[in-house]
């Protein structure tokens, strides 16, 4: 099957836990070679074009961390839940219709990009789900899976742009240049 023949509803999902449904695409046995990006930036926020999360696809929805699944067949395809694209989108399209132009943006809100193996990433991340639990509740219900990973809780490690432990952080330009190779 490939890449473009990928349905998001054949896979698990949950709203607003992109790590664990990211998680979850990469034990297709298709994907799993494939490289898990974390996008952040070195701020609080930054924003992103085309996002399910608005009706209005061109404005910018402002995410503390999104992370994607970069899969290569006979071109380099980003599979995103929360696009508005298509799930399994053609790299470079993804980026110019998915990002803003950086010099647009504060050097805070300029997305940065972690790119680790998946196969890396699936025996690394462990998740508790705490980051989604205020005094009050959850801020979204968590997936009906049970929570990933054996260890302490460390998505801050793959969201932390500053912590250069795992994967590799690129910037917007360099990832792009990964992307095209």
Same mark, same amino acid.
């Given at each position: ?8 509803? /054949? ?7 992109? #790590? ?7 034990? $297709? ?5 494939? $490289? ?5 930036? =070195?701020?609080?926020?930054? *924003? ?10 061109? =404005?910018?929805?402002?995410? /503390?961390? $999104?992370?994607?699944?970069?899969? =290569?067949? #006979? ?6 839940? /929360?696009?508005?694209? @298509?799930? @399994?989108? /053609?790299? &470079? ?23 680790? *193996?998946?196969? #890396? ?9 705490? $980051?989604? =639990? ?9 997936? @009906?899976?049970? *929570?990933?990973?054996?260890? &302490? ?29």
């Amino acid at each position: 099957m490939s890449l473009n023949e990928l349905k998001r509803e /054949d896979f698990l999902y949950q709203p607003c836990y992109c #790590e664990e449904n990211i998680w979850q695409l990469c034990q $297709h046995e298709q994907l799993k070679e494939s $490289h898990v990006i974390f996008i952040a930036s =070195k701020g609080e926020v930054f *924003p992103m074009l085309n996002q399910r999360a608005t009706v209005y696809p061109l =404005k910018p929805v402002f995410w /503390d961390y $999104h992370v994607v699944l970069l899969a =290569k067949d #006979e071109r380099n395809q980003i599979l995103d839940f /929360d696009t508005c694209l @298509s799930f @399994s989108t /053609d790299a &470079a399209e993804y980026f110019r219709n998915s990002f803003m132009d950086n010099a647009l943006l504060s050097a805070a809100e300029q997305p940065w990009f972690r790119v680790v *193996p998946a196969d #890396e990433y699936t025996a690394l991340f462990c998740s508790d789900r705490s $980051h989604m =639990k205020t005094v009050s509740g959850w801020q979204a219900l968590p997936p @009906s899976w049970p *929570p990933i990973g054996n260890g &302490a809780h460390n998505l801050s490690s793959f969201t932390d742009m500053n912590n250069s432990t795992i994967g590799e952080v690129l910037s917007y330009d360099a990832m792009l240049g990964v992307c095209r190779m």
